[in-house]
């Protein structure tokens, strides 16, 4: 068959290449896009398979509704009965990851104060960075950074008022400093322990409803706290010296349920806002760092 080998008799053989380059093109397309956001989900959130796949069903079903109103070509996308197959896809994984199922974990060793209140858990997340300056100034740049440095937490609690039905302000917020609210009685944290490097505080309740948070008379309530269909919440924020003018800054968030109802809510709750809590948190810790490297704090 020599050259014409796969394709029609008499077909120019750029003609061929050129189809091969069509069909290629969504592949290579799609691709792209998904590793770009596998890339920015990992960025602000280490990669968690159930809240992936919650927002893979979101993407690809949107991408399937889009091309159900106008078949969208340079994805592969030409019919409608395709597009209703994507949507089909999409709308499958949505309660595939949100209701995966939490298995517990615990701790190999005692590494931080941390440990020592919530040594078994059923949901975290861990964030750090490395910040040019030394510890003092670091310390220092935490207890100042403001909520006007987290634009990301004012763009995401905009977003939750709106799906809520609610039109949040959060200039109030903007000049107070980030610590001094999350240890306020009033926001439903409480502090644990504390040391010259690492600082623990913790809520409990149920995070996925409205209403007040709870308030906490002393750690040891905290620590007795048991509710039916709740959670408990710890979350550190610790300073190590790196030697040479180096230090990192490291937050860890663990959360474990007080039964099973609890896991299953809390698991369908954490896929949803995981992203948007990494987010927050690496934002904090951007913002922490550039206070410690600028000449004045």
């Known amino acids: 068959m020599g050259i014409t080998e796969g394709r029609a008799a008499g077909e120019p053989l750029g003609s061929v290449r050129q189809s091969e380059r069509k069909k290629l093109l969504p592949i290579l397309i799609i691709s792209v896009v998904a590793l770009s956001l596998l890339y920015l989900f990992h960025y602000f959130a280490p990669l968690e398979i159930a809240s992936v796949t919650f927002y893979a ?19 592969g996308i030409r019919k409608r009965k395709v597009a209703a197959l994507v949507i089909l896809l999409g709308v499958a994984l949505l309660p595939a990851g949100l209701f995966w199922p939490a298995g517990s974990r615990r701790i190999a060793a005692r590494e931080s104060r941390l440990d020592d209140f919530m040594p078994d858990y059923h949901f975290s997340e861990r964030h750090e960075v490395r910040v040019r300056a030394n510890t003092a100034k670091v310390k220092a740049a935490i207890e100042k950074v403001t909520f006007d440095e987290l634009r990301v937490y004012h763009a995401l609690m905009r977003v939750r008022g709106l799906a809520a039905g609610r039109n949040v302000k959060t200039n109030a917020i903007g000049q107070k400093r980030v610590l001094e609210v999350l240890l306020n009685p009033a926001s439903g944290f409480i502090k644990l322990d504390e040391d010259s490097q690492e600082i623990v505080f913790g809520m409990a309740g149920r995070p996925w409803a409205a209403g007040r948070p709870l308030r906490w008379e002393s750690k040891e309530a905290f620590q007795a706290f048991n509710a039916p269909h709740s959670v408990k919440i710890v979350c550190n924020l610790r300073v190590e010296d790196e030697g040479g003018g180096w230090s990192r800054i490291v937050t860890e968030t663990r959360i474990r349920a007080t039964d099973d109802s609890a896991r299953r809510t809390m698991g369908m709750y954490w896929r949803m806002v995981y992203p948007g809590s990494g987010m927050i948190r690496r934002n904090w810790l951007n913002a922490i760092r550039d206070r410690a490297e600028s000449p004045g704090i």
């Not at 069903?57 to 994805?75: A, Q």
Request: proline share 5%; hydrophobic share 65%.
């Open 57 to 75: 069903g979101v993407t690809i079903s949107i991408v399937g509704v889009l091309c159900l109103i106008k078949p969208i070509w340079w994805l």
